[in-house]
């Protein structure tokens, strides 16, 4: 799994000229899915987000996580992340897993996330043509790659 979390001031996911999802302070995390995932690269991403600490604590330093803050957590899943771009100018995206394995993937993670943060956590639509929308806060951007948790 990869993840691309980023602090907002705030953010939203809207469908079709829909707002599915908003929040204000807190993550915006993009999640791509392959197929070599499992519940370990669940448990440890979803642990890994909610417990970073990137949020400022009263002497400016970045040194409290989004449980702690009391922020709110939206949740994309974005195959793209897996695109490889070694041939050509057109990206691959053979690694991406497809919907049967992503999705079940992907509702495992933001049940987890929601779990380990005490309350809901907002999300987009799989497969959707989503209009992301955000304010990063810093800015602050951070990848995460469970291939990469040793």
Same mark, same amino acid.
């Given at each position: 799994? %990869?993840? *691309?979390? !980023?602090?907002?001031? =705030? @953010? $939203?996911?809207?469908?079709?000229?829909?707002?599915?999802?908003?929040?204000?302070?807190?993550?915006?995390?993009?999640?791509?899915?392959?197929?070599?995932?499992?519940?370990?690269?669940?448990?440890?991403?979803?642990?890994?987000?909610?417990?970073?600490?990137?949020?400022?604590?009263?002497?400016?330093?970045?040194?409290?996580?989004?449980?702690?803050?009391?922020?709110?957590? %939206?949740? *994309?899943? !974005?195959?793209?992340? =897996? @695109? $490889?771009?070694?041939?050509?100018?057109?990206?691959?995206?053979?690694?991406?897993?497809?919907?049967?394995?992503?999705?079940?993937?992907?509702?495992?993670?933001?049940?987890?996330?929601?779990?380990?943060?005490?309350?809901?956590?907002?999300?987009?639509?799989?497969?959707?043509?989503?209009?992301?929308?955000?304010?990063?806060?810093?800015?602050?951007?951070?990848?995460?790659?469970?291939?990469?948790?040793?």
């Amino acid at each position: 799994m %990869i993840a *691309v979390i !980023q602090r907002v001031s =705030h @953010a $939203s996911v809207t469908i079709d000229g829909i707002v599915k999802s908003k929040i204000e302070k807190g993550l915006l995390v993009l999640v791509g899915i392959e197929d070599a995932d499992n519940d370990e690269d669940t448990e440890w991403l979803a642990g890994k987000i909610v417990n970073l600490r990137i949020f400022n604590d009263a002497e400016g330093v970045m040194n409290v996580s989004v449980k702690d803050d009391g922020g709110d957590i %939206i949740v *994309v899943s !974005q195959f793209t992340l =897996h @695109a $490889s771009t070694k041939k050509g100018n057109r990206p691959s995206y053979i690694k991406a897993s497809k919907p049967d394995i992503a999705i079940p993937r992907y509702e495992k993670f933001v049940k987890v996330i929601s779990t380990m943060l005490g309350k809901a956590v907002q999300t987009g639509e799989f497969g959707a043509d989503m209009k992301v929308q955000l304010l990063n806060d810093g800015p602050v951007t951070i990848v995460i790659d469970t291939k990469n948790k040793v």
